[in-house]
């Protein structure tokens, strides 16, 4: 991992290789919502496209993997080099907000996305697709992209699909609140001095 956090830019970059997966994935917190996604599973370009546009981040992803098999090694991957970027770029998270809770509608469906950088790794998922599959995209891959995600980026993710019936909509919304979350959580707080929390680290 290159270390380019220092001064006022947050951002982070990853290589990653091995024997499923070969990815570059660079994320920058501070960013104008530019994207430039290049992987093997389209629905989740698309779905990284809307994240990075509504969080107004800038992200770089450049991937391939073993999808001959299926997608599920690539997305799980990406969400690790995401999260691993994310930490990165957030350094000692001196000054930021800390929480955030979102709710983004799409059409009929509606979703909350809850986050909290903690350094506690906690991930909740509560949501029920009508389809198993959007295109060739299976939608438990979902879950696996937001856990290693959590995970990697030691954060507390809490996510709702209160209702929905169309599942590329649940999705979607899914991914614009999270972008939104993640904006307003990492966003600096001019009243913070340090880091938000009694404990004085984070």
């Given at each position: 991992?290159?270390?380019?956090?220092?001064g006022?830019?947050?951002?982070?970059?990853?290589?990653?290789?091995?024997?499923?997966?070969?990815?570059?994935?660079s994320?920058?917190?501070?960013?104008?919502?530019?994207?430039?996604?290049?992987?093997?599973?389209?629905?989740?370009?698309?779905?990284?496209?809307?994240?990075?546009?509504?969080?107004h981040?800038?992200?770089?992803?450049?991937?391939?993997?073993?999808?001959?098999?299926?997608?599920?090694?690539?997305?799980?991957?990406?969400?690790?080099?995401?999260?691993?970027?994310?930490?990165?770029?957030?350094?000692?998270?001196?000054?930021?907000?800390?929480?955030?809770?979102?709710?983004?509608?799409?059409?009929?469906?509606?979703?909350?996305?809850i986050?909290?950088?903690?350094?506690?790794?906690?991930?909740?998922?509560?949501?029920?697709?009508?389809?198993?599959?959007?295109?060739?995209f299976?939608?438990?891959?979902?879950h696996?992209?937001?856990?290693?995600?959590?995970?990697?980026?030691?954060?507390?993710?809490?996510?709702?699909?209160?209702?929905?019936?169309?599942?590329?909509?649940?999705?979607?919304?899914?991914?614009?609140?999270?972008?939104r979350?993640?904006?307003?959580?990492?966003?600096?707080?001019?009243?913070?001095?340090?880091?938000?929390?009694?404990k004085?680290?984070?």
């Open positions: 991992m290159g270390n380019e956090n220092n006022a830019e947050r951002a982070g970059s990853v290589s990653r290789k091995t024997n499923e997966t070969d990815i570059q994935l994320f920058a917190v501070d960013g104008t919502g530019q994207a430039e996604i290049e992987t093997d599973v389209p629905f989740l370009n698309h779905m990284l496209d809307l994240f990075t546009k509504h969080g981040f800038d992200l770089n992803v450049h991937a391939r993997g073993d999808v001959d098999i299926d997608d599920h090694h690539t997305v799980e991957d990406i969400g690790i080099c995401l999260g691993q970027t994310l930490l990165e770029a957030l350094g000692d998270k001196k000054g930021i907000k800390r929480y955030a809770s979102v709710f983004v509608p799409m059409d009929e469906a509606l979703a909350q996305v986050i909290d950088l903690s350094n506690r790794p906690h991930f909740e998922y509560r949501a029920e697709y009508p389809s198993q599959q959007v295109g060739s299976s939608t438990e891959l979902v696996e992209f937001l856990w290693k995600f959590t995970l990697e980026a030691r954060m507390t993710l809490h996510v709702i699909v209160h209702y929905g019936q169309n599942t590329h909509h649940m999705i979607e919304a899914v991914f614009k609140a999270l972008g979350a993640l904006d307003e959580a990492t966003s600096i707080d001019p009243r913070v001095t340090g880091v938000p929390s009694t004085g680290v984070l």
